[in-house]
C-alpha cells in the first residue's frame, strides 16, 4: 500500500496537526465580525473550488504517488470542493441507522476502502506582516492524508471536526500544489455510526490563513454576573488566552451592540485557567443579559501588531438549582428544542452557510428555542448565527457507536445485548484517546459561544471508561456549562460506573410514567428529553402529555423532538399532471443497489427534506 495504515491504528489520530483552539476569522485590521462574510478578511484565501479528482474502488488500488509533481494525472476528471463524491456518480449513497455499513471488526475496516486523490494548485504570496500559513479543514469524511508540493504535510480524522495545519515552510512563493487522499472508512467510523445518509469526501470549508509569527492563539471568554437576580447591574468578562511567538502587546475593546466602547484592558501574564499564560479582564455595567428571547452581544476587538480578530460574546449564567432545576441567569428554563442533522437533498452534508441559516431562522420562527446538534459539531457559523438568532445549542461531539448493540452474540435478549454493548468501543480503553479528542475538538473549538449551553459527549454507544475520561475533563475545563450523555443510560453489571461527571440526565423516548418514577429518586438529577415524538408519519402526535410533563415538573428542563428534517436524495423531478407544479422525487435507502441499509427509515422529520411543512390530513 502506497500510504502507512494510519487508519487502522486507534493510538494515531492527528500528525501534524495543530492543537485545537477556538474558532475566529483573523484580520489585518478590523472588518466586522466576518460571520456572514468570513471569506472576506484578507488573511483569508479559499481553497473551494474546482479540484481535480481521481476514484479509487479500494485503497489498495492506489500505487501512483499522484501527489509528486512528476505523476501521470491522465485518469484525474473533476470535483467541486466542498461536495460529497456520491453526488458526482462515484460510489454509491448507503442509508443505515443503527447497523455499521462494514463488517465490526473494531479498528479494522474492509480492505475494499474507497479512496479519493484529490489535486489542485494555488497562488501563494507571502506577506511579511504574516508570514506564517495554516492550511483548515473544517470536515473530511472520514479521514485524509495531506501533501504540499510533493511533501508529506500530515494525517487527520474525526470527520466532523476542524483539522489546522501550519504550512508555512512547505510553501513557495507562486504556484503550489496541494494533494489530499481522503478513506471512506477509518477507525474513526466505528465512532461515526449515526443514523444518516453515509457519504465521503471534503464537505466543508478549506481555506489558508495567513498570520502574524506572533500573534494571540487562543482564548476562553467567560462571564461572572454581580449583584442581585433578576437584574444584576454589574458583569466581568474574563479572557484567558495563549499566543505564539515571543510575548506581543494585545489590547482587549469591548463594545455594546450600537458599537460603543463600553471598557477596554490589556493582557497581562499569568492565568488561574490551566494551559493558559496570559489573562484579561472587562467590566460592563448597566449589563444586558443573552437569553433565547432577548439575544443581546456585546463585541470583543483584539488588537496585536499586523492583527486583528473580531469576535462576540453573550453575558449569561447556566446553573443547577436545588439539585434538579436548571436556572439561565437566574430564571427557570425549559428547553423547545429539536435535533439538526447537516442534511439536503442536493449537496448532501455539504450544506453552505445559506443552507444552514434556512434551518435555523425556520426553526426559530416554528417557535423552537433550541437545538442539539445532533450528532456531531456542526459548522463553526452554525453556532454564531444561533448567538445571534436566541437558539440554544446542545453542543455534541462527533462520537456514536450504535452498531455495537447488534453485534453477534449467542443470546441476543436485550439484557444480553446492553451488558455486551460497550465492549468492542465504549469501555474499551483503546479508545479513551479518541473519545477524549472528539470531547476536546468540539469543546474547545465552540467554547466562547453564548448560545452553547451543554455539552454532549455523543449520541447512542453504551457508557464506559472512554466517556468517564471524556465527560470527567469537559465538566472540569468548563465549569460555565453543563455536561450530558443519554446513553450513560444503558448501564450493565461488569462494574460501577462513574456518572459524577454528567451533569444532566437524558433520556429517549421513555414513557411519561418512566419520568415521573425518575423525578421521584432522591438522586435525581436534571431531566431532558433528548429525542421524543419521533417524527414519522403520525408519530409526532403525543406533545400535549409531554408538554403537561415538561411545565408541571420543574425538574424537567424540555427537550428536542427528532428530527428537524427528512433525508433523502434528490433524483430530480417527476411529470407534474396539467396546471401542476413538478413534483421533486426522492431516494431513500436501498435506492442505490447498497445491501445494508434501512429504507425510509431517515423520512422522521417535521418538514420535508427541501424544508416544505407537510401537509396535514384531518
Excluded at 473550488?49 to 501512483?64: A, E, I, K, P
Excluded at 496585536?304 to 443547577?320: L, N
Excluded at 446542545?394 to 453485534?407: F, I, L, R
Excluded at 423531478?573 to 396546471?579: I, N, R, V
Aim: charged share 20%; glycine share 6%.
Amino acid at each position: 500500500m502506497l500510504i502507512p495504515s494510519y487508519f487502522e491504528d486507534p493510538s494515531i489520530l492527528h500528525i501534524n496537526t495543530e492543537p485545537h483552539r477556538a474558532y475566529y476569522v483573523p484580520a489585518s485590521c478590523a472588518m466586522g465580525d466576518l460571520v456572514h462574510n468570513r471569506e472576506e478578511s484578507d488573511r483569508w484565501l479559499t481553497l473551494n473550488g474546482t479540484w481535480n479528482f481521481r476514484y479509487f474502488d479500494s485503497v489498495y488500488d492506489l500505487t501512483d504517488k499522484f501527489y509528486l509533481a512528476e505523476a501521470d494525472r491522465s485518469g484525474f476528471s473533476t470535483i467541486p470542493v466542498p461536495s460529497v463524491w456520491q453526488n458526482h456518480g462515484y460510489d454509491w449513497h448507503q442509508y443505515t441507522n443503527i447497523r455499521y455499513p462494514f463488517p465490526l471488526d473494531p479498528p479494522f475496516v474492509p480492505t475494499e476502502n474507497p479512496a479519493g486523490a484529490y489535486i489542485r494548485t494555488f497562488t501563494y504570496a507571502k506577506d511579511i506582516k504574516a508570514p506564517e500559513a495554516y492550511l483548515i479543514f473544517e470536515g473530511v469524511d472520514s479521514c485524509f492524508y495531506l501533501w504540499i508540493n510533493g511533501q508529506f504535510v500530515g494525517y487527520s480524522q474525526v470527520s466532523h471536526a476542524t483539522s489546522e495545519f501550519k504550512v508555512t515552510d512547505y510553501l513557495v512563493e507562486g504556484e503550489n500544489t496541494v494533494a489530499v487522499l481522503v478513506l471512506k472508512w477509518c477507525d474513526g467510523s466505528y465512532l461515526e455510526d449515526q443514523d444518516k445518509f453515509r457519504t465521503s469526501g471534503i464537505f466543508r470549508d478549506v481555506y489558508l490563513l495567513t498570520r502574524p509569527s506572533a500573534a494571540l492563539r487562543d482564548y476562553f471568554t467567560t462571564t461572572n454576573l454581580i449583584g442581585d437576580w433578576p437584574c444584576p447591574e454589574t458583569a466581568t468578562v474574563l479572557i484567558d488566552a495563549t499566543f505564539t511567538g515571543s510575548p506581543v502587546y494585545a489590547r482587549v475593546t469591548l463594545q455594546d451592540a450600537t458599537g460603543h466602547t463600553i471598557s477596554q484592558s490589556e493582557f497581562m501574564a499569568g492565568s488561574s485557567r490551566e494551559g493558559y499564560t496570559h489573562s484579561s479582564s472587562l467590566e460592563i455595567t448597566s449589563t444586558h443579559l443573552w437569553t433565547a428571547e432577548t439575544p443581546y452581544l456585546y463585541t470583543l476587538i483584539f488588537e496585536t501588531p499586523h492583527e486583528t480578530i473580531v469576535d462576540r460574546v453573550g453575558v449569561r449564567r447556566v446553573e443547577i438549582a436545588n439539585k434538579t432545576v436548571i436556572l439561565l441567569n437566574g430564571v427557570p428554563l425549559k428547553i423547545r428544542g429539536v435535533n439538526r442533522h447537516d442534511s439536503d437533498p442536493i449537496v448532501g452534508p455539504a450544506v453552505d452557510l445559506s443552507l444552514v441559516e434556512r434551518d435555523l431562522v425556520m426553526i426559530k420562527q416554528h417557535n423552537f428555542n433550541a437545538i442539539r446538534t445532533s450528532h456531531y459539531p456542526n459548522s463553526p457559523y452554525l453556532y454564531q448565527l444561533c448567538d445571534e438568532l436566541g437558539l440554544m445549542v446542545m453542543a455534541e461531539a462527533d462520537n456514536e457507536s450504535h452498531g455495537n448493540q447488534t453485534k453477534y452474540l449467542q443470546d441476543t435478549t436485550l439484557q444480553n445485548s446492553i451488558e455486551r454493548y460497550n465492549e468492542l468501543v465504549s469501555d474499551n480503553p483503546a479508545f479513551i484517546e479518541a473519545t477524549l479528542d472528539r470531547m476536546q475538538s468540539a469543546l474547545h473549538r465552540e467554547k466562547n459561544r453564548p448560545s452553547v449551553l451543554f455539552w454532549s459527549a455523543g449520541n447512542e454507544g453504551g457508557y464506559g471508561c472512554t466517556f468517564e475520561h471524556a465527560l470527567e475533563w469537559a465538566q472540569s475545563y468548563d465549569q460555565t456549562r453543563l455536561t450530558h450523555y443519554e446513553n450513560a443510560y444503558f448501564s450493565d453489571s461488569k462494574r460501577d460506573y462513574d456518572y459524577s461527571v454528567i451533569d444532566i440526565y437524558g433520556r429517549m423516548y421513555p414513557e411519561i410514567s418512566e419520568v415521573e418514577e425518575y423525578l421521584a429518586r432522591p438522586d435525581a438529577k436534571p431531566f431532558i428529553l433528548m429525542e421524543y415524538c419521533h417524527s414519522m408519519g403520525n408519530g409526532p402526535g403525543d406533545f400535549e402529555g409531554y408538554f403537561q410533563l415538561i411545565y408541571n415538573n420543574p425538574g424537567v428542563l424540555g427537550g428536542f423532538v427528532w428530527e428537524w428534517c427528512d433525508h433523502a436524495v434528490y433524483r430530480g423531478e417527476g411529470q407534474p399532471a396539467d396546471g401542476e407544479r413538478p413534483i421533486a422525487k426522492y431516494l431513500y435507502g436501498g435506492d442505490h443497489g447498497e445491501v445494508i441499509h434501512d429504507g425510509n427509515f431517515c423520512v422522521d422529520g417535521l418538514v420535508y427534506p427541501d424544508r416544505t411543512p407537510p401537509t396535514q390530513v384531518c
